[in-house]
């Protein structure tokens, strides 16, 4: 039978240890033992022991907890209790598959405390599967968080097995930290680092779930022929976060999640399934294996055909928070204009209501002041008729404490409520010569909320966009609210289910409304994918890396890099925009987002920046005289706004031209080709049916030969923007991309 193949246990007795007798007896527990094909997973008292084939990183027990429980006292939140492993031992059961450790109570500091803890460990096809449940039976204690099971010693360099993090689009270390290792001054945007904790004499990554700083919920150690997955499969897609710790002293590496809960006296809680498994091949096993489970739990939102053929966006805001309009409703048949002129097919219309920008939310009124209602209705329309569309904006979380009857009336009283009984807020400050706007963080499960986040979604409707975005709510992580008067437990996890809920409550309303309209937020997560059609870019890897940056991905002398291929190709039919706050984009952002299947974004926030696009006038930088968080001066000063412009409409009219791979075929990344280039040339591809679409790119400085080998396909042509048509083997010019299309 498959089990009694894959699945060794070795249980000479079964050991039943009564907690008085823990010391004496912690050596005596009988290890046991998994199997696939790829390795073992072995527990002891020492702890997680994998064992594996050579081609992917193995492990070491060494002593340490392998599990930790955190304990809040209800009557005085800044009690805690930790319990772990190290004072308790299980009993030992097997069961058809596996093992289960169960502690029928626990000891901490020589205490007894009424919580049962059972763990049950499997293989499930290739895999380890680790869950269990968690059951409190103490009056005045919730159990907040439970770490583990953590797989400890793990033998790996990260130049021969580098860590994938699902950092926004992704992020690989490829080096490890330490004290003179620059890695700990990167300059991503909205990327991980080390930290060192001093108490345990290691540097460690955390990353919370969901949110952009972890929008999938598993990472690897990935080498050339094989590696380790390490994954939750938890179909709730609760907060939790990832734990990496390296002890430089054993250079090792440690994995583990922490999964925040609310277990009460009487309650249980479950585990969610805690995946390791060792592979042969290359990263995109993992990212295949994550896929394949997440299809089972959370289908995928069904985009509209226009947001899919669509090119990207012109972001911009009309109304400032200090009242100074950049454009009014009847503008925006010339902003539609200067937006088609680069190829961009909608408009993101922020600060477009009485407010202006990061002010009166959650009030959103046409502005008399812009035009009015009539002439917003007639505007948008007129943005339809040209085949273009209009996306409006609302802040998904934010209420302004000033400024509106809604904040007495509702606002404050469905604000989060932190651990300390003060309200939990957000400061928003753009001009210095306007004052900041505080803002409270809504509970997003309030029923109020979401009565108020539908109103905007149908006002929007009715007014003639095509969809509506909420902005940050794939930006923040999970929190922790204290309110008794939200109609959740007290303490309760909070910007996990409820946000997800929130979304897909207001999407499937509309679709009954307009099955067109979309839902966009900012940021990213997967825990969203069934409900947001398309998301605005705030994350790592959405932001375009610098040209030294790109380049030292290339060469191997970063220490870590953006790696959106691990979102892209687990998720490639995801819409997701560059983020560009900017009113022109230069060659290198508008490869990038090409050869990764990314959306194409302007921003235009200021008064010069209508300038820039309306006269093509250069900004200077008194121009931001007044405004704290300005534009990136460095881009718009150094790029011709005019042969920005048209590279931009070159390459949207090349993706546009082949669109059946570049927007609707699927990112495959580096699988079904080899490339013999240079180390500043990149290779991605796309599919299709029985095309295959390879994009070629020289991210450097001078021209290069590359070649490509596609076996079972035969080349039918290529193509360049701008060019069309090209000899396949002629040197690729700095800079630029080519797209090779084969044929099965």
Same mark, same amino acid.
């Given at each position: 039978m498959m089990n009694q193949k894959r699945v060794i246990f070795t249980l000479i007795a079964m050991i039943s240890f009564s907690f008085a007798s823990v010391a004496m007896e912690k050596n005596k527990v009988t290890p046991a033992v998994l199997q696939t094909d790829a390795g073992k997973l072995i527990y002891s008292q020492k702890g997680l022991r994998l064992e594996t084939n050579g081609e992917c990183p193995s492990s070491v027990a060494n002593g340490d907890a392998i599990w930790a429980i955190v304990l809040q006292n209800l009557n005085d939140n800044q009690k805690e209790v930790v319990i772990s492993n190290m004072n308790n031992v299980p009993i030992i059961i097997a069961t058809a598959n596996g093992f289960r450790l169960t502690y029928p109570s626990l000891v901490q500091d020589g205490k007894k405390w009424n919580v049962q803890l059972s763990l049950d460990f499997s293989v499930q096809g290739e895999a380890f599967q680790v869950n269990g449940t968690i059951d409190n039976q103490v009056s005045g204690w919730v159990v907040i968080k439970f770490i583990g099971p953590v797989v400890n010693g793990i033998q790996a360099d990260l130049s021969s097995f580098p860590l994938l993090m699902p950092c926004g689009l992704g992020q690989v270390f490829t080096k490890e930290p330490s004290a003179d290792n620059p890695i700990n001054k990167i300059s991503l945007k909205g990327a991980l680092t080390w930290r060192y904790n001093k108490s345990?004499?290691?540097?460690?990554?955390?990353?919370?779930?969901? !949110?952009?700083?972890?929008?999938?919920?598993? !990472?690897?150690?990935?080498?050339?022929?094989?590696?380790?997955?390490?994954?939750?499969?938890?179909?709730?897609f609760r907060s939790k976060k990832f734990r990496v710790r390296y002890q430089p002293e054993s250079k090792t590496f440690g994995l583990a999640f922490q999964h925040d809960m609310t277990c009460f006296a009487g309650e249980s809680r479950s585990i969610p399934p805690q995946i390791i498994m060792p592979y042969s091949g290359t990263w995109h096993k993992g990212? %295949?294996?994550?896929?394949?489970?997440?299809?089972?739990?959370?289908?995928?939102? %069904?985009?509209?055909?226009?947001?899919?053929?669509?090119?990207?966006?012109?972001?911009?805001?009309?109304?400032?928070?200090? %009242?100074?309009?950049?454009?009014?409703?009847?503008?925006?048949?010339?902003?539609?204009?200067?937006?088609?002129?680069?190829g961009l097919d909608i408009i993101g219309l922020f600060g477009w209501a009485h407010g202006g920008h990061d002010r009166f939310y959650p009030d959103y009124h046409p502005d008399p002041a812009m035009g009015g209602r009539e002439a917003l209705v007639k505007a948008l329309a007129g943005i339809r008729k040209t085949g273009k569309r209009s996306i409006i904006y609302a802040n998904g979380q934010l209420i302004d404490q000033n400024g509106t009857d809604y904040w007495n009336e509702t606002g404050k009283n469905i604000t989060v409520l932190k651990k300390d009984g003060t309200l939990d807020y957000e400061k928003w400050h753009?001009?210095?010569?306007?004052?900041?706007?505080?803002?409270?963080?809504? !509970?997003?499960?309030?029923?109020?909320?979401?009565?108020?986040?539908?109103?905007?979604?149908?006002?929007?409707?009715?007014?003639?966009? %095509?969809?509506?975005?909420?902005?940050?709510?794939?930006?923040?992580?999970?929190k922790i609210c204290y309110s008794p008067n939200h109609g959740h437990s007290v303490p309760a996890i909070v910007y996990e289910k409820d946000r997800c809920r929130l979304l897909e409550r207001i999407a499937n309303h509309m679709k009954t409304i307009n099955p067109e309209f979309v839902v966009m937020t900012e940021g990213l997560c997967d825990a969203e994918l069934n409900s947001v059609y398309y998301f605005h870019g705030y994350a790592n890897g959405a932001y375009v890396p610098l040209q030294e940056e790109l380049t030292a991905r290339l060469n191997g002398s970063a220490p870590t890099s953006i790696f959106p291929e691990m979102f892209k190709y687990t998720f490639p039919e995801v819409l997701n925009t560059v983020r560009n706050p900017s009113t022109v984009a230069n060659r290198l952002i508008m490869n990038y987002g090409t050869v990764f299947g990314l959306k194409q974004e302007l921003e235009s926030r200021y008064a010069a920046d209508v300038r820039h696009l309306k006269e093509d006038r250069i900004p200077v930088p008194e121009d931001y005289h007044n405004v704290i968080s300005k534009p990136n001066l460095d881009l718009v000063t150094n790029e011709d706004p005019v042969a920005s412009k048209k590279y931009m409409r070159q390459v949207i009219d090349f993706q546009r031209d082949n669109a059946d791979l570049l927007w609707q075929g699927r990112f495959i990344d580096e699988q079904r080709f080899s490339l013999k280039a240079d180390a500043e040339v990149m290779a991605k591809a796309f599919f299709s049916g029985n095309r295959m679409g390879v994009i070629v790119w020289n991210t450097g400085h001078r021209e290069q030969e590359f070649s490509l080998d596609v076996p079972g396909y035969t080349l039918d042509h290529a193509t360049e923007p701008g060019r069309g048509n090209v000899k396949a083997n002629e040197k690729l010019k700095a800079e630029h991309i080519r797209l090779l299309i084969w044929k099965k």
């Amino acid at each position: 039978m498959m089990n009694q193949k894959r699945v060794i246990f070795t249980l000479i007795a079964m050991i039943s240890f009564s907690f008085a007798s823990v010391a004496m007896e912690k050596n005596k527990v009988t290890p046991a033992v998994l199997q696939t094909d790829a390795g073992k997973l072995i527990y002891s008292q020492k702890g997680l022991r994998l064992e594996t084939n050579g081609e992917c990183p193995s492990s070491v027990a060494n002593g340490d907890a392998i599990w930790a429980i955190v304990l809040q006292n209800l009557n005085d939140n800044q009690k805690e209790v930790v319990i772990s492993n190290m004072n308790n031992v299980p009993i030992i059961i097997a069961t058809a598959n596996g093992f289960r450790l169960t502690y029928p109570s626990l000891v901490q500091d020589g205490k007894k405390w009424n919580v049962q803890l059972s763990l049950d460990f499997s293989v499930q096809g290739e895999a380890f599967q680790v869950n269990g449940t968690i059951d409190n039976q103490v009056s005045g204690w919730v159990v907040i968080k439970f770490i583990g099971p953590v797989v400890n010693g793990i033998q790996a360099d990260l130049s021969s097995f580098p860590l994938l993090m699902p950092c926004g689009l992704g992020q690989v270390f490829t080096k490890e930290p330490s004290a003179d290792n620059p890695i700990n001054k990167i300059s991503l945007k909205g990327a991980l680092t080390w930290r060192y904790n001093k108490s345990v004499s290691a540097y460690e990554i955390t990353a919370e779930y969901p !949110c952009r700083f972890a929008t999938m919920q598993w !990472c690897a150690m990935a080498g050339r022929n094989g590696g380790l997955y390490f994954a939750s499969h938890d179909k709730e897609f609760r907060s939790k976060k990832f734990r990496v710790r390296y002890q430089p002293e054993s250079k090792t590496f440690g994995l583990a999640f922490q999964h925040d809960m609310t277990c009460f006296a009487g309650e249980s809680r479950s585990i969610p399934p805690q995946i390791i498994m060792p592979y042969s091949g290359t990263w995109h096993k993992g990212a %295949d294996y994550y896929r394949a489970w997440y299809d089972t739990a959370n289908p995928l939102q %069904d985009v509209p055909a226009w947001a899919r053929n669509s090119s990207g966006w012109m972001l911009t805001i009309l109304k400032q928070q200090n %009242d100074e309009i950049m454009w009014d409703y009847n503008d925006l048949a010339e902003l539609n204009r200067l937006s088609v002129e680069r190829g961009l097919d909608i408009i993101g219309l922020f600060g477009w209501a009485h407010g202006g920008h990061d002010r009166f939310y959650p009030d959103y009124h046409p502005d008399p002041a812009m035009g009015g209602r009539e002439a917003l209705v007639k505007a948008l329309a007129g943005i339809r008729k040209t085949g273009k569309r209009s996306i409006i904006y609302a802040n998904g979380q934010l209420i302004d404490q000033n400024g509106t009857d809604y904040w007495n009336e509702t606002g404050k009283n469905i604000t989060v409520l932190k651990k300390d009984g003060t309200l939990d807020y957000e400061k928003w400050h753009k001009y210095t010569d306007a004052p900041a706007r505080m803002h409270g963080l809504a !509970c997003l499960g309030t029923e109020q909320w979401y009565e108020r986040m539908l109103f905007l979604a149908l006002q929007a409707n009715e007014l003639g966009a %095509d969809g509506i975005l909420y902005d940050q709510l794939a930006v923040r992580p999970p929190k922790i609210c204290y309110s008794p008067n939200h109609g959740h437990s007290v303490p309760a996890i909070v910007y996990e289910k409820d946000r997800c809920r929130l979304l897909e409550r207001i999407a499937n309303h509309m679709k009954t409304i307009n099955p067109e309209f979309v839902v966009m937020t900012e940021g990213l997560c997967d825990a969203e994918l069934n409900s947001v059609y398309y998301f605005h870019g705030y994350a790592n890897g959405a932001y375009v890396p610098l040209q030294e940056e790109l380049t030292a991905r290339l060469n191997g002398s970063a220490p870590t890099s953006i790696f959106p291929e691990m979102f892209k190709y687990t998720f490639p039919e995801v819409l997701n925009t560059v983020r560009n706050p900017s009113t022109v984009a230069n060659r290198l952002i508008m490869n990038y987002g090409t050869v990764f299947g990314l959306k194409q974004e302007l921003e235009s926030r200021y008064a010069a920046d209508v300038r820039h696009l309306k006269e093509d006038r250069i900004p200077v930088p008194e121009d931001y005289h007044n405004v704290i968080s300005k534009p990136n001066l460095d881009l718009v000063t150094n790029e011709d706004p005019v042969a920005s412009k048209k590279y931009m409409r070159q390459v949207i009219d090349f993706q546009r031209d082949n669109a059946d791979l570049l927007w609707q075929g699927r990112f495959i990344d580096e699988q079904r080709f080899s490339l013999k280039a240079d180390a500043e040339v990149m290779a991605k591809a796309f599919f299709s049916g029985n095309r295959m679409g390879v994009i070629v790119w020289n991210t450097g400085h001078r021209e290069q030969e590359f070649s490509l080998d596609v076996p079972g396909y035969t080349l039918d042509h290529a193509t360049e923007p701008g060019r069309g048509n090209v000899k396949a083997n002629e040197k690729l010019k700095a800079e630029h991309i080519r797209l090779l299309i084969w044929k099965k």
